[in-house]
């Protein structure tokens, strides 16, 4: 996507991460997160979800560092989406936490 971005003469892309990528996997802080804070992805208890947002985010930055060329890249890392579910079925789990 960056890549086709960058080709197309987008000036600028905005990526939905998550708190996932940045919050885990060091102690805990009262310390602002910036640009400079990343999930330590050899911290204990991280599950493959915060693993691959951590990783795609930094993926993101790589590229746009090594071949972005004019390209600007923004991220946001949300810590909660919340709307309305996009299919019919709502597992059980899902529900319990709306009720």
Not at 21 to 44: K, M, S, V
Not at 68 to 96: D, K, Q, T
């Amino acid at each position: 996507m960056l890549r086709a971005a960058r080709d197309a003469g987008v000036k600028r892309v905005v990526l939905t991460s998550s708190f996932a990528a940045i919050g885990y996997g060091h102690p805990p802080t009262d310390q602002l997160f910036t640009e400079e804070t990343w999930t330590d992805l050899n911290g204990e208890g991280l599950t493959a979800y915060v693993k691959s947002k951590t990783l795609a985010e930094r993926s993101a930055w790589d590229f746009v560092a090594r071949e972005g060329g004019a390209l600007e890249l923004a991220v946001v890392n949300p810590v909660g989406v919340f709307g309305p579910v996009l299919g019919r079925i709502i597992p059980p789990r899902s529900r319990s936490c709306c009720a």
